[in-house]
């Protein structure tokens, strides 16, 4: 079956540091990968998207390249604000699947001024 | 706005009670979805309807029920059955059809078991 690895968190960083998150996955068909963010309290908020390989998905500074050799989709920001403080979560569908999500188990993020 | 709504922000139920999610979106989206989230864990899917009167099972449909009469409408029942009821909830919807693969998400419903 599909299945999604990112790096456990927390993350702590000081602001204007490099973000790297890794995401790994694994799937029968040929996804589409997804990165989420998630703040304190909140739903999950499209971030950036890739639906094929070698598509960059980029957004808010966050960029993300999908990378079928290596089956992963990791996301990078090169200077992160106090405001980038939240969860982050990847996700990949799967037309194989029934487009259905399958969700990483998030990265929680701590950006300290 | 176009949007998912979902309410109560906050839920609470006693032992041995139904209780029952609202689900709202006004995106004319034919898919949606319900996830469960643990603290500090990923999205499981519960249901999910891809149209108007039809739905099927996710990966952790037992002690759940829903239904889907109105397109912009797909409540979420949570039965006595659910032993580990305490979570937070989160409704998607996506366009459906071959486009169906980005899903939009709701607020989230906090539900705790007293």
């Known amino acids: 079956g599909n299945s999604v690895t990112q790096m456990e968190g927390p993350v702590t960083l000081s602001e204007e540091a490099f973000l790297t998150i890794n995401c790994t996955y694994t799937?029968?068909?040929?996804?589409?990968l997804f990165w989420y963010v998630q703040y304190p309290g909140e739903g999950l908020q499209l971030l950036l998207k890739?639906?094929?390989?070698?598509d960059k998905g980029s957004n808010k500074g966050f960029e993300a390249t999908y990378r079928k050799e290596t089956t992963s989709f990791h996301l990078e920001k090169g200077s992160v604000q106090v405001s980038d403080s939240a969860g982050y979560f990847c996700?990949?569908?799967?037309?194989?699947?029934?487009?259905?999500?399958?969700f990483g188990g998030g990265t929680r993020v701590l950006v300290k001024p | 706005d176009g949007g998912i709504t979902q309410s109560p922000k906050y839920l609470f139920r006693k032992e041995g009670q139904n209780v029952t999610l609202s689900c709202e979106q006004n995106?004319?989206?034919?898919?949606m979805y319900w996830y469960r989230q643990d603290p500090g864990q990923g999205l499981r899917l519960i249901y999910y309807?891809?149209?108007?009167?039809?739905?099927q099972k996710g990966d952790i449909a037992e002690g759940y029920s829903v239904s889907r009469e109105k397109k912009e409408s797909f409540p979420l029942t949570v039965t006595s059955a659910q032993k580990n009821p305490t979570a937070f909830y989160l409704c998607?919807?996506?366009?459906?059809?071959?486009?169906?693969?980005?899903?939009?998400f709701g607020p989230g419903t906090r539900l705790l078991v007293l």
């Open positions: 998607a919807s996506s366009i459906g059809g071959t486009n169906q693969e980005t899903q939009y």
């Open positions: 890739a639906t094929k390989a070698d």
């Open positions: 799937a029968t068909g040929y996804p589409s």
């Open positions: 995106l004319n989206h034919d898919a």
């Open positions: 309807s891809q149209i108007v009167n039809d739905f």
């Open positions: 996700a990949l569908s799967d037309k194989a699947a029934g487009n259905k999500l399958t």
